[in-house]
């Protein structure tokens, strides 16, 4: 769908009293504060739970096309390409097209006649979130409603950004909807983070659904040196990323108690899931399914952890004086070095996450399992 700008009259509600949340963590709602209170080492406002794991087909029995054609402009054509080289597509000569490109089972095929032809693994999902808002701007896929009617129901969207980066912090972020946002966010442009062609975009975004959706959103910072500090005492990002999931459900249950259940992306197993939440008091059903980020709730709470991820990541530059690449490629590791020699060991610990490979290549030392 097309994104629009019709929520202008949306007043920001007045900033509401969070409770308190572990010293470890910044906690940005609806604006980034430090809250004390517990040690990491404390129960982590855990609630029980109900797990309800959901197939990849649990939402619908249509299988999802793999094949689509569009009639396209020379402009339009120009336009996909760009899009197509910043998602790191292979391009290739096929006879008779301005250009083929492919990534894993993806095929993507721009004709001199002006046919567009998609077609492959993914390409429904690639024409929903690319295609129809970035290139031709009308939307033929979007039978949300018909193919996935608990979107638009009440229900948490649970999602993280920064994990499989080197450099900057573990951002989780939930988002609560009801009523008419389901579709409000949809008419925005709301998407998978991940499908958002530029950090510019994510960030800006990102403010909007703020705008949009009021306080019903929730989202945890926890900076390199604490996330060191707690990843030795998890000894698994997993179980640190339930951690951070339960710390999320329980700050929007406590101002949304009505919610009937929560939706993330399976990243775990279910009792480990089950162990982050318990012994709150409030019951919610739990739902995990893969490629999660296609409801809207989890799609806004991905573009609210990215953004705040973006946001640390340039400020935990400019704190070493280093520009700090996302990812973490041949660029990421000569960021690093460059750190430790001007600054030493030391200052990188406090930008990265020191279980990674990188970090004991760049210091000569292996890392600590």
């Known amino acids: 769908m097309l994104a629009t700008k019709e929520h ?127 290139i031709v701007g009308e939307a033929k896929l979007g039978y949300d409603e018909v193919h996935n009617p608990e979107m638009f129901q ?64 929730d989202v945890i910072t926890i900076l390199p040196e604490k996330y060191n500090d707690l990843y030795v005492k998890f000894r698994n990002l997993n179980r640190m990323l339930a951690w951070g999931h339960a710390q999320v459900i329980e700050n929007l249950l406590t101002r949304w108690p009505e919610c009937p259940r929560s939706l993330s992306d399976k990243f775990a197993d279910e009792s480990l899931i089950q162990r982050a939440l318990k012994e709150r008091g409030k019951k919610i059903i739990l739902q995990q399914r893969t490629k999660a980020e296609s409801d809207v709730a989890v799609a806004a709470a991905s573009i609210l952890a990215r953004a705040a991820f973006l946001d640390r990541l340039k400020f935990l530059g400019e704190k070493v004086g280093v520009k700090l690449p996302k990812g973490a490629s041949a660029q990421v590791k000569a960021a690093a070095a460059q750190i430790v020699k001007q600054s030493g060991a030391a200052t990188l610990k406090t930008v990265s996450k020191f279980h990674f490979k990188t970090y004991g290549e760049v210091i000569g030392e292996p890392v600590a399992e």
């Open 154 to 217: 009440p229900h948490l969207g649970i999602d993280e950004s920064g994990k499989g980066d080197f450099f900057g912090p573990l951002v989780i972020a939930g988002v609560y909807v009801d009523g008419k946002l389901p579709y409000k966010l949809l008419d925005l442009g709301v998407k998978d983070s991940k499908q958002i062609s530029s950090d510019q975009k994510a960030l800006d975004l990102a403010e909007d659904i703020k705008e949009l959706i009021g306080p019903r959103w």
């Open 8 to 134: 202008k009259d949306h007043k920001k509600p007045k900033p509401i009293e969070s409770p308190p949340f572990c010293d470890l963590c910044v906690l940005s709602w609806p604006k980034s504060s430090t809250f004390e209170g517990h040690s990491p080492g404390d129960p982590p406002f855990p609630i029980p739970v109900i797990l309800l794991i959901l197939s990849k087909t649990s939402s619908s029995t249509v299988p999802d096309p793999t094949s689509f054609t569009f009639k396209i402009t020379p402009a339009q054509a120009a336009k996909l390409r760009t899009i197509l080289e910043e998602k790191s597509f292979d391009f290739r000569e096929v006879p008779y097209t301005l250009y083929g490109a492919q990534k894993q089972k993806l095929t993507i095929n721009a004709y001199t006649s002006g046919k567009l032809l998609v077609q492959g693994k993914g390409a429904a999902e690639f024409v929903e979130f690319t295609i129809e808002p970035e």
